[in-house]
């Protein structure tokens, strides 16, 4: 492999670790220029979109280089952007090999995420907190953690078997509704609408909304459109499985449940 081409994969690859974990299209597309320039190469183009990376470098030279690389929408790590920012830094500061710089690339890989337990009950400590936001009162935040936790589950369980991320939104807000109506039906003291609100919220595109707008205030126009599609069928998906359950609801026990 000629020094161009290892360094066009250094650079393609960390800019491939960064788009995975969320970060935004203008930094990677920073970060893999610096190193680039960092390391003396020339006449490089880079092309970031949502879900591929296109570069290359030296094309008007013997050892001109291409790649192309497809990288699937994925979840927020913000420990592993952390990481490739730190590691970009350093080799725009000339401090990081090409040899030292791959170490600690693997390094950023490796980074592991929460374990389940821990996610599961963040998962529910926000859905009985956003619950209260909403007017929900002590009993409703409690039962709002209970379903945000085993929500967190289902996700999990769909995710380990690749389940598509438009039915795992479905799924869920169904069970959250479902999950609901069958308190009140059991003539517990709640409060339907907040308890379904305040467990909703893990489910809601917040990310995928607001990185659509800032890559279409960056002129990123593809990036933004790619994000706010995956916005609009999320919310899709989520009106979908709320309406289903209230509508099977009402034509099982004759009418809707009131706050």
Known sequence: MSDSKEILTLAVEIGDVLLRSGGEIYRVEDTILHILNAFGL?????????????????????????IVRHVPLGDVHLGKIA???????????????????????????????QSPFVQKTCCGIGCACF??????????????????????????R????????????????????????????????VLQDKIVIGSIVPLLPGIALTTSIRDLFGGDYLSGAIHLLDA??????????????????????GGVVLP
């Open 131 to 156: 619950c209260s936001i909403f007017g929900g009162r002590p009993l409703d935040a409690f039962f709002s953690f209970l379903l945000g936790f085993f929500l967190q589950f289902l996700r999990l």
């Open 42 to 66: 020339e006449e490089y183009d880079v092309y970031v979109l949502s879900n591929g990376i296109f570069a290359s470098a030296n094309e008007q030279k013997a050892d001109a280089c291409s």
């Open 232 to 253: 609009l069928l999320t919310a899709m998906c989520i009106a979908l499985g709320v309406g289903m359950v209230m509508i099977l609801y009402r034509d099982l026990t």
């Open 83 to 113: 990481a490739i920012n730190q590691l970009s830094r350093e080799i725009s500061a000339g401090e990081c090999s090409v040899d030292e710089a791959w170490k600690q690339l693997n390094a950023c890989k490796a980074i592991p995420v």
């Open 158 to 189: 769909q995710q380990a078997h690749g389940t598509s991320k438009f039915l795992t939104n479905i799924a869920g807000s169904a069970f959250l509704t479902a999950s609901s109506l069958a308190l009140v039906r059991m003539g517990l003291p």
